[in-house]
């Protein structure tokens, strides 16, 4: 006779829909730091503790660890567009609490390439680029002459 195998737990617990790292990449994508920390250059961590309804929306949150600057207000915002699974509680309407630290740095200022104007280049000057391959890896063969590209260009 095969007797049914019970859930471990009793009450099942929401879940983002992907995971953590799907939660890691929502809030990097979604994190917009404030301006007002962009001038003086804040950087730490806000921890939040919210609750999430038996539908999946946040609908409280709190701030337990606050960095100020605006940055409390951008993490609370960010909470509150979190929409997590709920798996069905036994027809019961369970509210759940949880705990986020959101991170926040000054932005890296990206290094623009520099661009050659026609006033740089002189008449007769030689300009020359090497592209390389990217490295084999160890599943690859070797190829013969595969040093990559020399372009060389006479002004």
């Known amino acids: 006779m095969y007797k049914e195998k019970k859930d471990k737990h009793f009450i099942h617990?929401?879940?983002?829909?992907?995971?953590?790292?799907?939660?890691?990449?929502f809030i990097g994508e979604n994190?917009?730091?404030?301006?007002?920390?962009?001038?003086?250059?804040?950087?730490?961590?806000?921890t939040?503790?919210?609750?999430?309804?038996?539908?999946?929306?946040v609908i409280e949150t709190k701030i337990i660890s606050s960095l100020g600057?605006?940055?409390?207000?951008?993490?609370e915002r960010l909470v509150k567009l979190l929409k997590f699974d709920v798996p069905r509680q036994r027809a019961r309407k369970i509210r759940f609490h949880k705990t986020i630290n959101i991170h926040f740095q000054p932005p890296i200022k990206k290094?623009?390439?520099?661009?050659?104007?026609?006033?740089d280049i002189k008449t007769g000057q030689v300009i020359q680029y090497q592209i390389t391959p990217k490295p084999k890896t160890k599943n690859e063969t070797k190829k013969k002459n595969d040093g990559g590209y020399t372009y060389t260009v006479q002004l």
């Open 111 to 119: 290094k623009t390439p520099a661009k050659h104007t026609s006033s």
């Open 48 to 57: 939040i503790d919210y609750t999430i309804d038996y539908k999946g929306n």
């Open 69 to 75: 600057h605006g940055c409390d207000e951008e993490a």
């Open 31 to 46: 994190l917009i730091y404030p301006d007002s920390a962009k001038e003086t250059q804040i950087k730490g961590t806000v």
């Open 13 to 25: 617990k929401p879940v983002y829909p992907g995971g953590p790292q799907a939660l890691k990449k």
